[in-house]
């Protein structure tokens, strides 16, 4: 498989420069590489200009509402768990009208992927605050700056329990590509967080901006991705701004695996017997 088979020949319409494209592109090459059927891989995304990711994928793809990826996409895994399923969305679709399915979803951990292309802003409705945005961000609705105290996307993942946990910079595919095919790879929910400027309302966190700001988690790391506590420390230590694989814990059953277990251990070994005398009783005491 080439990159360009997961293409269906639309151009974006996403701005010249928008950190999409890249994502768009590694999230094709990743499949490629991993020899993914385009019969068997499923890209939901929600409202934003992240949600058109779906729209340029050969495979199957849906388009969901703001914020509502994640409730299709599991219910597609789980209609169809022989599908890799992806989800992608913006951080206003991840960490605002979202957050609830987002967290859900981390908790559940079923085994699929969701893409956070995180701009900072609100681009598709003009430029506006987002739940990312830096306290101080200027935009059309805070033009004194903004008040609100930022979510923390990692922090958010590690405190619900997220078993595979990763950063990305869209001008940095090389690395980017290996991050998402390792999500696909993890044996339950894995959340990429790909830092992803917005080039026409976003005049602060700039590509420029990352470059300088950007610290990989192999240059600073001193434990391996296993460790929970380290991972913490690390986003702290960073305020959020690194790239690579932050946390990954291979030993949490997915959700697939633990029904499937529940539902044995609940099946009825032998076939009950009734006597036909009981049986009788039974039917005329319940008989109208």
């Known amino acids: 498989m080439e990159m360009m088979d997961y293409g ?13 494209f890249s994502v768009l592109r590694s999230l094709q090459t990743a499949a490629a590489r991993m020899n993914i059927p385009r019969e068997m891989l499923a890209v939901v995304s929600g409202i934003g200009c992240s949600g058109r990711i779906s729209g340029y994928m050969n495979a199957y793809s849906f388009h969901s509402v703001h914020g509502r990826s994640l409730p299709v996409a599991q219910g597609i895994k789980l209609a169809n768990p022989e599908l890799t399923v992806v989800a992608a969305g913006g951080d206003g679709d991840g960490f605002a009208i979202g957050t609830s399915h987002t967290v859900h979803a981390i908790r559940r951990n079923i085994n699929m992927t969701y893409i956070v292309m995180n701009n900072q802003v609100y681009g598709l409705t ?38 595979f946990y990763a950063q990305g910079f869209s001008a940095q595919q090389d690395e980017l590509i290996e991050l998402i095919k390792k999500a696909i790879e993890h044996p339950g929910f894995s959340l990429v967080q790909v830092f992803s400027p917005c080039v026409t309302y976003n005049k602060v966190n700039t590509y420029q901006w990352f470059r300088e700001h950007l610290k990989s988690v192999e ?3 001193n ?3 296993s460790d929970y506590i380290g991972a913490v420390e690390l986003l702290k230590e960073t305020k959020g701004l690194c790239t690579g694989v932050i946390f990954q814990n291979k030993e949490k059953k997915c959700y697939e695996e633990l029904h499937q277990e529940t539902k044995e251990s609940n099946l009825v070994k032998e076939t009950p017997q009734i006597s036909e005398e009981l ?4 039917t005329k005491k319940f008989s109208l």
Do not use: Y
Request: proline share 8%; hydrophobic share 30%; net charge neutral.
């Open 219 to 221: 240059d600073i790391r």
């Open 126 to 163: 003009k430029g506006h605050v987002s739940p990312v945005s830096h306290q101080g961000f200027k935009t059309k609705t805070t033009p004194e700056g903004a008040v609100d105290m930022p979510v923390d996307p990692g922090l958010l993942a590690l405190g619900s329990g997220v078993s």
């Open 223 to 225: 434990t391996d991705s």
């Open 279 to 282: 049986f009788q009783q039974l």
């Open 8 to 20: 269906n020949g639309l151009n974006p319409t996403w701005c010249k420069g928008c950190g999409h």
